[in-house]
């Protein structure tokens, strides 16, 4: 079984390249686990990537939550400091506008933590896959690797962006602002009925829109693996190594029908769907290739 057959993805001896696996795409076994171990390192890469993107996104939050706290105490303690040199008449007011502080404090610091949660609870997850990848790419008996690789090479998309910028923010300090305010000119709010005090919170907005990758490295992060369809393909295209190599011939193939299956143009579509934000690199060689993005449920027939 030393013989890699890349048209039906398995491992076979000498003798099958003559028999059921005449004309198919054949090469030695050890190759194509070279080829696959190199895709295995650059897996392994991105998962110790992200492991040190996430650890360092999770020490900003924990930066984060420590900053909205003592922004959130500071603005209660200015608070009643300036609310005790008032008179009774607004000592209600002081206690609401407390009260509106750490809820929202709350409901910050909760997201906050959620968030934080998250992305640890992913940590170990990336670690343990890594090992399991290490433990792969160790394995010396080709036909073992060549089976378990299918199962453990894909990378699970990440449930958060793949980096967290923070700026400087003033979380409550507009609010003692306010409440200054309202000291200052308190003879006026006195005369005023019905004046509110509007708490001003800074929006905590941890996850800042993400720049344009500009570099490959900075593409790569969002790089997925595409794969052909077979039951989309047109009968003069043939599909090669795994699904991910398309010829174009003039003879043409033996594909049985299908309902989803290019009659006239020579096409094929993917089989994965493209969610979110994904890029993926094609090698052409010849002439022209058009390469799109289309809806699943495109026109199959006609012209």
Not at 257 to 271: E, G
Request: charged share 30%.
């Amino acid at each position: 079984m030393k013989i890699f057959c890349r048209t039906d993805q398995q491992c076979i001896c000498y003798l099958c390249t003559m028999d059921e696996h005449k004309g198919h795409e054949a090469v030695p076994a050890a190759a194509e686990r070279a080829e696959k171990q190199k895709k295995l390192h650059v897996s392994r890469q991105q998962i110790q990537q992200r492991i040190q993107d996430q650890e360092k996104d999770v020490k900003l939050l924990q930066q984060e939550l420590e900053a909205i706290n003592i922004s959130a105490d500071k603005a209660v303690e200015d608070s009643e400091k300036i609310f005790s040199e008032v008179i009774r008449l607004i000592q209600k007011r002081s206690s609401d506008v407390k009260q509106q502080i750490r809820s929202q404090q709350e409901t910050e610091v909760s997201r906050v933590k959620e968030l934080q949660e998250k992305l640890e609870q992913e940590i170990p997850e990336l670690k343990r896959k890594d090992s399991e990848l290490e433990q792969l790419s160790d394995t010396e008996d080709h036909n073992q690797f060549l089976l378990n690789y299918p199962s453990l090479s894909a990378l699970s998309e990440s449930t958060h962006s793949s980096s967290i910028n923070i700026r400087p923010l003033r979380y409550f300090e507009d609010v003692t602002a306010a409440v200054s305010k309202l000291r200052e000119k308190l003879q006026k709010i006195l005369r005023d009925t019905g004046t509110n005090i509007s708490l001003k919170v800074t929006e905590v907005n941890v996850l800042l829109p993400q720049p344009e990758p500009e570099t490959r490295a900075q593409f790569l992060k969002y790089s997925q693996e595409i794969t052909l369809d077979p039951n989309t393909a047109n009968n003069n295209l043939f599909l090669s190594e795994g699904n991910r190599k398309v010829t174009l011939f003039n003879k043409q193939q033996s594909y049985p029908d299908h309902p989803d299956r290019f009659t006239d143009w020579p096409q094929v579509l993917s089989r994965e769907s493209l969610r979110r934000r994904c890029y993926w690199e094609v090698q052409r060689r010849g002439g022209r290739v058009d390469i799109a993005v289309s809806y699943k449920n495109i026109s199959r027939a006609g012209q």
